[in-house]
């Protein structure tokens, strides 16, 4: 198992997949990349943002870029990867799609995600990520449940 792919998004449930992401990679001497995803904004309309300006999507994205760059930073440097090769990617778009795709890109053997612990009628409307991951990716995905459902 050369390189494990760790989708963060800064919450307690993505620390605990991080957490067992690196006892998996301290076992096997993998690679870790903590990726992250910036969702592009999903704007309709001519353009105007109704109150006399203008919305720039691409100023917008990369200002999520930014943030999401903060957090991936901020959550990595917390980690105690001492011994692990370590690379952090950011990509924007659609999490499972982009999550998936850059697994298959870099190879990955393994993608450790975490699942927030919604109820099934909460998963129904805002849809879950880790369930879309399982079923795009090419390799294993390790799901790390939260302990608690809303």
């Keep these: 198992m050369d390189r494990i792919l760790v989708p963060i998004d800064g919450s307690p449930t993505s620390r605990k997949a ?29 353009g105007s943002s109704g109150y006399g300006g203008v919305y720039n999507q691409d100023m917008l994205t990369e200002e999520l870029q930014k943030h999401q760059t903060k957090i991936l930073d901020e959550f990595v440097e917390k980690l105690d990867l001492t011994g692990i090769k370590t690379e952090k990617r950011i990509a924007v778009g659609t999490p499972a799609e982009e999550i998936a795709d850059a697994a ?17 009628i ?24 939260d302990d608690a459902a809303e």
């Design 18 to 46: 991080a957490d067992m992401a690196i006892d998996i990679a301290k076992k096997y001497g993998s690679e870790l990349i903590f990726m992250t995803v910036a969702r592009r904004p999903e704007i309709i309309g001519t």
């Design 104 to 120: 298959e890109e870099m190879g990955a053997d393994l993608i450790v995600i975490g699942r927030r612990g919604y109820s099934r």
């Design 122 to 145: 909460k998963r129904f409307f805002v849809g879950s990520v880790s369930q879309r991951v399982v079923s795009e990716a090419h390799c294993p995905v390790l799901v790390v449940n």
